[in-house]
Nanobody, 128 residues
Framework: VQLVESGGGLVQAGGSLRLSCAAS????????IGWYRQAPGKEREGVSC????????AYADSVKGRFTISSDNAKNTVYLQMNSLKPEDTAVYYC??????????????????????WGQGTQVTVSS
């Protein structure tokens, strides 16, 4: 499993960014892929995940209504559209994939996903 994140950067509060995760080395269309983040001095937090087979999604309460996860199975890429960004969204964002998670996702799936394969991360900084 190989995951390459891109799209991070510096943005002002209220702005938007779109993260991309290009995946390879497994059956993309029948897996669970998601995003975790880690802010300085804090534990890693599950943000969102998607089933690439049925399109079901799950979000942490902290990002619900502001972030949208999607997948393009033709490009083997998962996206995280982040709108209305807040300074507390500042973190390193990691793409995580688990080809063994093939069922529809729900919020509890985020806990299982952390045992999957991780990308190298991309920094998101939101200034106030």
């Amino acid at each position: 499993v190989q995951l390459v994140e891109s799209g991070g950067g510096l943005v002002q509060a209220g702005g938007s960014l779109r993260l991309s995760c290009a995946a390879s080395g497994f059956t993309f269309g029948d897996s669970t892929i998601g995003w975790y983040r880690q802010a300085p001095g804090k534990e890693r937090e599950g943000v969102s995940c998607i089933s690439t087979s049925d399109g079901s999604t799950a979000y942490a309460d902290s990002v619900k209504g502001r972030f949208t996860i999607s997948s393009d199975n033709a490009k083997n890429t998962v996206y995280l559209q982040m709108n209305s960004l807040k300074p507390e969204d500042t973190a390193v964002y990691y793409c995580v994939a688990d080809p063994d998670l093939t069922d529809s996702v729900h919020i509890a799936t985020m806990g299982l996903l952390r045992f999957g394969s991780w990308g190298q991360g991309t920094q998101v900084t939101v200034s106030s």
